[in-house]
């Protein structure tokens, strides 16, 4: 295992900076990341204060919020932040760190989308959206969610049903395990 979260609650800030390689403390709240959030009035808290309460040491809160779930990892607030704190590489870090020490999300269906997506990634070595979009429903119980649109592409050859794998499947198969083991879940 590359990295061990110290479970001491007044460690969290210093654990997250070295799990994301990001300074947290050198935020001071001038809050030029929410403005510039493109997904921020739907969620729990705001960039800034996730950075605040990073800070502060509140693991609960941070780890149970929906923030880090929504953030689309646009990068704006990253690029907008004065300071050079890379937020969105902090929301990456939670939402890894959320995932590997058992916290639900409050937005399940983010995670359901990111696994297949990433699982047909490594699977076919490229992403076929016809099949994400079947596995996507199938797994949020929507069954006839794009059905309609879905029979009128069809029709006009615009997308198709065959799944097309890339060549070497293995070694996408060898990125995604090296990856497992670096963030500690590999074998
Ligand atoms: S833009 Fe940077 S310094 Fe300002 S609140 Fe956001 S993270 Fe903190
Ligand atoms: S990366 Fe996430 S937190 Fe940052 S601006 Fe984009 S959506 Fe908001």
């Given at each position: 295992?590359?990295?061990?979260?110290?479970?001491?609650?007044?460690?969290?800030?210093?654990?997250?900076?070295?799990?994301?390689?990001?300074?947290?403390?050198?935020?001071?709240?001038?809050?030029?990341?929410?403005?510039?959030?493109?997904?921020?009035?739907?969620?729990?808290?705001?960039?800034?204060?996730?950075?605040?309460?990073?800070?502060?040491?509140?693991?609960?809160?941070?780890?149970?919020?929906?923030?880090?779930?929504?953030?689309?990892?646009?990068?704006?607030?990253?690029?907008?932040?004065?300071?050079?704190?890379?937020?969105?590489?902090?929301?990456?870090?939670?939402?890894?760190?959320?995932?590997?020490?058992?916290?639900?999300?409050?937005?399940?269906?983010?995670?359901?989308?990111?696994?297949?997506?990433?699982?047909?990634?490594?699977?076919?070595?490229?992403?076929q959206e016809t099949h994400l979009a079947m596995m996507y429903n199938l797994k949020t119980r929507q069954f006839f969610k794009d059905a309609d649109i879905g029979q009128k592409l069809f029709m006009k050859g615009k997308i198709s049903l065959t799944s097309d794998r890339i060549?070497?499947?293995?070694?996408?198969?060898?990125?995604?395990?090296?990856?497992?083991?670096?963030?500690?879940?590999?074998?």
């Amino acid at each position: 295992m590359i990295y061990q979260l110290n479970a001491d609650v007044r460690n969290f800030g210093k654990a997250i900076s070295e799990l994301s390689d990001v300074d947290i403390y050198a935020c001071y709240q001038c809050g030029k990341c929410t403005a510039g959030c493109p997904i921020v009035m739907e969620m729990s808290h705001t960039p800034n204060q996730i950075m605040k309460l990073i800070q502060l040491g509140l693991k609960e809160e941070v780890l149970n919020s929906l923030t880090p779930w929504l953030c689309a990892s646009c990068e704006t607030c990253t690029t907008r932040c004065p300071k050079g704190v890379d937020i969105a590489k902090i929301m990456d870090t939670l939402r890894i760190l959320a995932r590997k020490e058992g916290y639900q999300s409050k937005e399940p269906n983010v995670v359901n989308f990111n696994d297949i997506f990433l699982n047909c990634i490594k699977n076919k070595g490229r992403l076929q959206e016809t099949h994400l979009a079947m596995m996507y429903n199938l797994k949020t119980r929507q069954f006839f969610k794009d059905a309609d649109i879905g029979q009128k592409l069809f029709m006009k050859g615009k997308i198709s049903l065959t799944s097309d794998r890339i060549k070497g499947t293995d070694v996408m198969k060898n990125i995604f395990e090296k990856s497992r083991a670096f963030l500690g879940k590999g074998e």
